[in-house]
C-alpha cells in the first residue's frame, strides 16, 4: 500500500530522465505504448523512410550500439497529446519540457492520406512551432543532452530515401518549370519547420561548434547533401543555407564538406547525369570559392579542372550553367592564370550540334575574357578565336549573333585589337562570307560593323586580309573548276571506253555466234 502511494508521487526529473523522458513513462498519455524509446536507430535498427513520411517494416534484427543522434521515426499509435506550453511553466523546468517536445516530435505521420491523424499532425506542427520560437530566444549555452535530442529529432524526420524520379524527363525541361509541374512534398508543412529548427540551431550563438560537432558530425553532413536530391526546390533553398551555415561554422568539416560535393559531382558527371540539387551545391560553391585565401592551393586547382569544367559536359546543363559560369570567373578573378586553363576546358566540352548550348557557352567565355589578362589571352587566342569563327559563320543566327556581341565588350575588343595580326587572318573569312551572303540581316548588319571597327583600327592588315581571302578565292575557283574539268574527262573517257567495250563485245559474240554455227556443218561434210 505504501509503495503504492509512493509511486503517485510526481518526481522530480533528473538528467537522465531528460535524455529519454520517454522511457519514464510519458507525458500526456505518450509513454512507452505509443512510441519506441530513443534507442530505436535511424540506420542500424532496419527503419527506412520514403520522402512522403511512410515507415517502412521494422527490423527484427536486435538493436545495437549507435552514436548520438542516429535515430529512426518512431510508429505513432495511441494518444498524442499537446504538452503544456513554455510560457506555462517555471523558467527551472524549461529545459525538461523542451526536450520532451523533442521526443515527441520524433514521431512521424503518413502523409499520403491527407485526411489521417489530422489532429495529431496538427499538434506535432505547433510543438515544432513551438520549439523553433524556444530555440531562438534562449539565452544560454546547449548542453550535451540537449544537442543529442536536438540532432536526434531533425534526423528523424529529415533524412529519408527518395523514389526514384524520372530524371530523363526533367533533364529535358526547361529549369523554369511551373510550380504545377514540380513534385512537391506532401510532408512539407512540418518538414519546413524543422528545417528552419535546424538553421536556428546552427546559427544560434548559444550552439558550441566545438561541443555540437560531435552530433553534427560528418554521417550527418553526409545524409543532408543526400537530401539535395528532392525535387521540392522549397526543400532544397533551406539545405542550401544551412550546408553554407554548418560550412561557415563548422571549420573542421569544410575540407570534408568541399570533397563530398566534389563526389557527387563525379558521380553525376560519369555515371548518372541525374541529380537535381546540382543548381544549389553549385551557389554554395561560388560563395566558398569567393572566400578562398591567396595563393589558391593545389586542391582548389584540381577541383577546378577535375569537377566544374567537366560539369560543362552533361546535356542538362542548362539547369545550372548559370551557377557554374559564377563559379568559374571566381576562379579565375581569384587566380589570372587559370584563364588559358579554363578556355581550353570550354573548347574541350563545345557543342557541335546544340545551339542554345553553345550560345550559353560564349555567354560564359565573354565572362571569362572580360577577367583574362593580356599574357593569358595570347596562349590562347589562335586556337580559341578558330572556334570563334565557326560561331561567326554558323547558319544559325542566334550562334552568330552573340558571337560578334563579343566586339561590344571594351576589354575583349581592347584584347583583340591588341593581336589582331594573329586574330583578324583567323576570323576574316567567316566575316566575310557573313556579310556577302548570311540570310540573317542583323548578322549582316553586326559583320558590317565588326568589318569596320578592323578597317578603322588597321586599313593596311585588312587590305592584306582582304586581298588573301580574294586570292584564296581565286584559287579555290580554280581548283574546282580543275576538279569538274576533270571529272568531266573522266566521265569522258568512262564513257567512250564503255562504247568500245559494248563494240568489241558485239564483235566477239558475232564471232562466236558465227564459229559455232559453222562447227555442224564441217561434221555433216566429213
Request: some cysteine.
Amino acid at each position: 500500500m505504501i509503495k503504492q502511494i509512493l509511486g503517485r508521487i510526481p518526481r522530480k526529473p533528473s538528467k537522465s530522465s531528460q535524455n529519454d523522458a520517454y522511457n519514464d513513462g510519458g507525458v500526456n498519455g505518450i509513454g512507452p505504448n505509443s512510441i519506441n524509446s530513443s534507442k530505436s536507430s535511424n540506420s542500424g535498427s532496419g527503419n527506412s523512410r520514403t520522402s512522403n513520411g511512410v515507415l517502412a517494416p521494422l527490423s527484427s534484427k536486435p538493436s545495437q550500439s549507435k552514436k548520438p543522434g542516429q535515430v529512426g521515426p518512431l510508429l505513432f499509435s495511441g494518444a498524442y497529446e499537446a504538452l503544456p506550453s513554455f510560457r506555462d511553466v517555471p523558467s527551472a523546468e524549461k529545459q525538461g519540457l523542451f526536450i520532451k517536445k523533442l521526443n515527441m516530435c520524433c514521431v512521424v505521420f503518413d502523409f499520403n492520406d491527407p485526411w489521417k491523424n489530422v489532429k495529431e499532425k496538427d499538434v506535432k506542427r505547433q510543438t515544432l512551432l513551438e520549439l523553433v520560437d524556444y530555440i531562438s530566444s534562449v539565452n544560454s549555452k546547449f548542453n550535451e543532452v540537449t544537442m543529442q535530442e536536438i540532432t536526434k529529432m531533425v534526423a528523424t524526420n529529415l533524412f529519408r530515401t527518395f523514389p526514384s524520379p524520372s530524371h530523363e524527363k526533367k533533364a529535358l525541361e526547361s529549369y523554369d518549370q511551373d510550380e504545377e509541374d514540380q513534385m512537391l512534398e506532401p510532408a512539407w508543412s512540418h518538414l519546413q519547420v524543422v528545417y528552419e529548427f535546424l538553421l536556428r540551431f546552427v546559427a544560434s550563438p548559444e550552439t558550441d561548434a566545438k561541443l555540437a560537432k560531435r552530433y553534427i558530425d560528418q554521417a550527418f553532413v553526409l545524409k543532408l547533401l543526400d537530401l539535395f536530391d528532392s525535387e521540392d526546390q522549397r526543400e532544397r533553398e533551406y539545405l542550401k543555407t544551412i550546408l553554407h551555415r554548418v560550412y561557415g561554422k563548422f571549420m573542421v568539416h569544410r575540407p570534408f564538406i568541399r570533397k563530398a560535393i566534389n563526389n557527387i559531382f563525379f558521380w553525376f558527371i560519369f555515371e548518372t547525369q541525374k541529380h537535381n540539387g546540382i543548381a544549389e551545391m553549385l551557389e554554395i560553391l561560388g560563395s566558398i570559392i569567393n572566400g578562398f585565401a591567396l595563393p589558391l592551393k593545389e586542391e582548389h586547382k584540381l577541383f577546378l579542372v577535375r569537377a566544374l569544367i567537366p560539369l560543362h559536359k552533361p546535356k542538362c546543363v542548362s539547369m545550372y550553367h548559370q551557377q557554374l559560369s559564377y563559379c568559374i570567373t571566381q576562379f579565375v578573378e581569384k587566380d589570372g592564370k587559370l584563364s588559358d586553363t579554363v578556355i581550353r576546358g570550354l573548347l574541350k566540352y563545345w557543342p557541335i550540334t546544340n545551339s542554345s548550348k553553345e550560345v550559353m557557352f560564349l555567354g560564359e567565355l565573354e565572362e571569362v575574357l572580360e577577367a583574362t589578362q593580356p599574357s593569358e589571352f595570347q596562349r590562347c587566342m589562335v586556337p580559341l578565336f578558330r572556334q570563334i569563327g565557326h560561331c561567326l559563320s554558323s547558319s544559325h543566327f542566334q550562334v552568330a549573333e552573340r558571337a560578334l556581341f563579343l566586339w561590344n565588350n571594351d576589354h575583349i575588343r581592347t584584347l583583340i585589337t591588341q593581336n589582331r595580326q594573329v586574330i583578324l587572318p583567323i576570323i576574316f573569312p567567316a566575316m566575310e562570307e557573313n556579310a556577302r551572303s548570311h540570310w540573317n540581316q542583323a548578322v549582316r548588319s553586326l559583320t558590317l560593323n565588326v568589318r569596320k571597327i578592323f578597317s578603322d583600327i588597321d586599313q593596311e592588315l585588312f587590305d592584306e586580309c582582304l586581298a588573301t581571302f580574294q586570292e584564296d578565292e581565286t584559287k579555290e575557283k580554280e581548283t574546282q573548276e580543275k576538279r569538274e574539268s576533270t571529272w568531266k574527262r573522266l566521265e569522258a573517257v568512262a564513257s567512250s571506253k564503255s562504247l568500245n567495250n559494248e563494240a568489241d563485245l558485239v564483235s566477239r559474240f558475232a564471232s562466236n555466234a558465227i564459229s559455232t554455227s559453222q562447227k555442224p556443218r564441217t561434221t555433216s561434210g566429213s
